[in-house]
């Protein structure tokens, strides 16, 4: 059983950076194809950056430039840097681990920004 725990949410102020990690069970990191998703309230949620297992990325058009996900394999740790937060990046934020058809999600940390 997979499970993923995400750490590191909390309030900031417009401008400021938070580094969100993602710490999972089992040597997945490697594997899988790990995300970051975040829903704010009355919103879809969303994937904010994905890192596939080849190491390559991609982002949200939204955090282009702002937000940077990387992973350590050996530590089975998966990261979201956050830099030059704004308030519309208030959500909770979701790791996402994804293979073929397998898919698992942690519980969220929440992050506020405000203005």
């Known amino acids: 059983q997979v499970q993923l725990v995400e750490s590191g949410g909390g309030l900031v102020q417009a401008g400021g950076s938070l580094r969100l990690s993602c710490a999972a069970s089992?040597?997945?990191?490697?594997?899988?194809?790990m995300g970051w998703y975040r829903q704010a309230p009355g919103k879809q949620r969303e994937l904010v950056a994905r890192?596939?297992?080849?190491?390559?990325?991609i982002y949200a058009d939204s955090v282009k430039g702002r937000f940077t996900i990387s992973k350590d394999n050996g530590k089975n740790t998966v990261y979201l840097q956050m830099n030059g937060l704004k308030p519309e990046d208030s959500a909770v934020y979701y790791c996402?681990?994804?293979?073929?058809?397998?898919?698992?999600w942690g519980r969220g940390t929440p992050v506020t920004v405000s203005s």
């Open positions: 996402n681990a994804l293979r073929f058809a397998d898919a698992y």
């Open positions: 089992g040597s997945i990191v490697g594997l899988y194809h």
């Open positions: 890192i596939f297992n080849d190491g390559s990325t």
